[in-house]
C-alpha cells in the first residue's frame, strides 16, 4: 500500500478510536526518523542510532507504522507487522517521557488495532510496562522467546 492509501486507512480507524486533545496520529514517513531515533535515544534504545540503516529498513517493511505528533513535534511511535486478519505484532512502541500519562500510547495502539480489527495483538513487553499494558486489556502470556542480533 502507498502513503497516500495508508493515511486514508488511518484516518478511516481513527474514526474508532479515542485521540487525547491536541495530539495527532498518522502513518510515519520517513522524515520522522530522526525523531525516531531522538525519542529511542532518550529511551535508551539503542538501534536506530547505531543501526539506522538497518532500523530504517524495519520501518519501511512494517505496517501499521504509526507516529503521534503535538505542535509538529513527534511525540510518539508504533511499530507494528501484521498478517491482516488473524495476527499483528507490536513491534515497538514508545512515547515521549513529558507527554506519558496522558492517553497517547493507549491510542497508538487502538489505532493499531482498528486498522486489522480481527487481529490479536502480541507483543513482548519491555520492563516497567506490564501495568500500561494491563490498563490497555491485554493478559500476561508466559513463555516468550527471543534470540536476539549475533
Ligand atoms: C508504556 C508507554 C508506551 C505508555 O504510554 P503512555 O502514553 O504513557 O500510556 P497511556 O497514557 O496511554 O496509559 C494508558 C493506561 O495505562 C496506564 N499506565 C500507563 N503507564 C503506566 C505505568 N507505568 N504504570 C501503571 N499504569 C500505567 C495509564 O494509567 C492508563 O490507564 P487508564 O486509562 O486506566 O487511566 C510509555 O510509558 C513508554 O513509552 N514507556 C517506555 C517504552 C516502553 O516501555 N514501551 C513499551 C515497549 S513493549
Known amino acids: ?5 495508508q493515511q486514508q486507512q488511518v484516518k478511516i480507524a481513527l474514526a474508532r478510536v479515542q485521540i487525547p486533545a491536541g495530539i ?10 530522526p525523531a525516531i531515533q531522538r525519542l529511542s535515544d532518550a529511551e535508551g534504545w539503542t538501534s536506530p542510532s547505531r543501526r539506522p540503516a538497518d532500523s530504517l529498513g524495519a520501518w519501511r ?3 501499521p507504522a504509526l507516529v503521534a505528533q503535538k505542535d509538529d513535534v513527534v511525540v510518539g511511535f508504533v511499530r507494528a507487522l501484521t498478517d491482516g486478519a488473524i495476527t499483528m505484532y507490536i513491534a515497538d512502541l ?10 497517547i500510547g493507549r ?3 487502538e489505532t493499531c488495532h482498528q486498522l486489522y480489527p480481527t487481529t490479536r495483538l502480541d507483543l513482548l513487553a519491555a520492563d516497567g510496562s506490564r501495568a500500561f499494558y494491563e490498563a490497555c486489556g491485554y493478559r500476561l502470556l508466559h513463555d ?7
Open 24 to 33: 495527532m496520529i498518522r502513518a510515519w514517513s520517513v522524515e520522522d526518523f
Open 61 to 63: 517493511n512494517s505496517w
Open 144 to 150: 516468550g522467546m527471543r534470540k536476539s542480533y549475533v
Open 107 to 109: 491510542s497508538l495502539l
Open 1 to 5: 500500500m502507498d502513503r497516500i492509501g
Open 94 to 103: 514508545l512515547v515521549d517521557q513529558h507527554m506519558r500519562g496522558a492517553g
